[in-house]
């Protein structure tokens, strides 16, 4: 048996070692101890195990106050509320935007008060908070805007709202200047001015700040007898939306966002909102969701209407108590993530076909005419991962006239949203921002190449330290008879996981293949056994295009292998199975 150490350079080019120590549990026998060692390797102190393992809000939850504008935002929102303000919510057009927006609504309907929800449409308006669209909601009787997930680089936008005499809060995530725009209030774990203990939430979704938001605002109208006699608003009620747009908009899942995730989903179980039980009825779930299906079926469906469709419908869906509307909207959204997905495919392949242009430069900057700007986010992420470098596709004007729109993904340790800020000071950009590892940006078509030299420039080192650690970390090594669905529910019981929070991963070996072959949209599937007699089946999904998929595919009749990924449970037969989702493979011969 190769130890996992042995592993200098996998199918996929990797290393492999444990992500802390050796986990090594040879034919499967998972010890009582293997939530809390997968606890251990991820960082967290021995002292701390416990609540860590039980992850919830009474454990997590700071005291909103320690953010920055915190108690004036609540306040002023508090204020609006007693006199019975008209309130508009305006909000980013992805899930994290639409959920932020529908959890201040319904928290505001809980309070006895309204507000409209204003999304901007992606085409017409692009990102954020513009000036023209808050004075109108001003004209039309808007007394104070809550900008969500948006707003924290609208300095114009927010000096003409102003000058118009509309109040604005905005709660906001993503990364800031040190000179803030004007408005009321700036809640924001990312400005460079928050204490030590708000930067330390940094790491939340804007829906996470949003939820912050509704506490604080409760506490204040609790403190001056708002409530009477009346039981305060149920605010656990609004954390399956938390958890959706958190794990949707793919924050880091530590501390406090593995609470928020952790209780959403018990809540969402309950499926007392008619939005959310109707999309998960329409993504064809027969169970209660997890972190993955957040990740990959609910959140899709909500994007699309932002990328290809009409970018209210989110936050409709989200809002409505009618189960019949909440169907309709539900199908609708379905029906535009599947035009999503065929848009996708064409510019992806356009992308691509720019890639070779491209070789030699640290980032991709791909541009093409007619791209459809709903889809490029989507796009770079495809790409960044299949050439493992940051990545940016701009959609530019069919007919070479106007601004383009970019978005970004980045790989760990290259921080493209700072990087994007600093090309806009630079003067390269109209508009940019972001985090460190997606962005955004408006750019003038002839600035193109200069931000390609820019980025490449800025990046090259931050990129070449990234590429010298090419390693995959691993949880536990078994044979194929420790693959078993007990294995998995333990592993599941150190979740929920996701971005900083990785799940276990596991080798699984050493086996021969006893069927290999592609299968749907690039994937391959295979059927492994083992030297004690089990077999398994297992899958790498988008691997049939690349030197893995290729190795498993044409190499491997008479080789023995390792393979690693995620355990995961297959329950399309009459017992539940343990199934493999490879993610990379070495020769165990």
């Not at 070789?359 to 007619?370: D, F, I, W, Y």
């Not at 199975?577 to 990379?584: F, G, K, M, P, Y």
Request: charged letters at 20%.
């Amino acid at each position: 048996m190769i130890p996992v150490t042995a592993i200098d350079r996998s199918l996929a080019g990797n290393g492999w070692r444990w992500r802390g120590g050796n986990m090594d549990l040879g034919t499967g026998g998972a010890g009582d101890d293997l939530v809390d060692q997968l606890l251990l390797s991820r960082g967290i102190d021995r002292a701390d195990l416990d609540r860590h393992r039980r992850p919830t809000l009474r454990d997590f939850l700071p005291d909103p106050s320690v953010f920055r504008d915190m108690d004036v935002a609540a306040a002023r929102l508090a204020d609006a509320v007693i006199a019975r303000e008209a309130i508009a919510v305006y909000g980013d057009y992805d899930v994290d935007g639409a959920t932020s927006a529908a959890l201040l609504i319904r928290f505001l309907q809980m309070c006895g008060s309204t507000a409209r929800a204003y999304i901007p449409d992606r085409l017409l308006e692009g990102y954020g908070p513009t000036g023209p669209a808050l004075v109108r909601l001003g004209a039309e009787g808007a007394r104070l805007v809550v900008t969500v997930d948006c707003g924290a680089m609208a300095h114009d936008a927010l000096a003409m709202a102003a000058a118009a005499g509309v109040a604005v809060i905005v709660v906001d995530h993503h990364k800031c200047d040190e000179v803030l725009p004007p408005c009321v209030a700036l809640v924001n774990p990312n400005r460079l001015d928050e204490s030590d203990a708000g930067a330390a939430h940094g790491h939340l979704a804007a829906v996470g700040m949003a939820f912050l938001l509704a506490v604080a605002t409760a506490r204040d109208l609790r403190s001056r007898g708002y409530f009477g006699r009346a039981a305060p608003p149920d605010l656990m009620a609004l954390l399956d939306l938390v958890a959706l747009g958190t794990v949707a908009d793919v924050a880091q899942l530590r501390g406090l966002n593995r609470a928020f995730v952790a209780q959403g989903l018990k809540i969402m179980a309950r499926r007392d909102n008619a939005g959310l039980a109707a999309l998960i009825d329409v993504s064809r779930l027969t169970r209660s969701p997890t972190c993955s299906d957040l990740g990959f079926a609910l959140g899709p469906r909500i994007n699309a209407a932002g990328r290809v469709g009409d970018s209210g419908l989110g936050v409709r869906l989200l809002t409505t108590a009618d189960p019949h509307e909440a169907a309709a909207i539900a199908a609708q959204l379905s029906q535009l993530n599947d035009e999503r997905r065929s848009i996708e495919q064409d510019v992806q392949a356009a992308a691509e076909a720019e890639l070779p242009a491209a070789h030699n430069r640290m980032v991709n900057v791909l541009a093409g005419h007619g791209w459809h700007p709903g889809v490029i986010g989507i796009v770079a992420g495809r790409i960044k991962d299949k050439t493992g470098k940051p990545t940016l596709i701009i959609a530019l004007e069919a007919d070479g006239q106007g601004q383009g729109k970019g978005s970004g993904r980045s790989v760990a340790g290259v921080d493209l949203g700072a990087a994007v800020i600093a090309a806009r000071a630079a003067g390269l950009l109209v508009a940019g921002g972001g985090h460190a590892m997606a962005c955004g940006l408006t750019i003038a078509p002839g600035h193109v190449d200069a931000l390609r030299d820019f980025l490449d420039d800025r990046l090259a080192r931050d990129i070449a330290r990234a590429r010298t650690v090419q390693t995959l970390l691993l949880d536990l090594s078994l044979a194929p008879g420790g693959l078993t669905p007990d294995l998995v529910a333990t592993l599941d019981q150190a979740g929920p996981f996701g971005m900083g929070w990785p799940g276990p991963r596991v080798a699984v070996g050493p086996v021969r293949l006893v069927k290999c072959e592609p299968v749907g949209h690039d994937h391959v599937r295979m059927i492994a056994s083992g030297q004690d007699g089990h077999s398994f089946k297992a899958i790498a999904f988008r691997a049939a295009p690349t030197p893995l998929g290729q190795a498993l595919l044409h190499g491997y009749r008479g080789r023995q292998f390792w393979l690693a990924g995620r355990a995961r449970i297959d329950d399309w037969g009459k017992r539940p199975a343990a199934e493999l989702h490879v993610e990379d493979a070495a020769f165990a011969d």
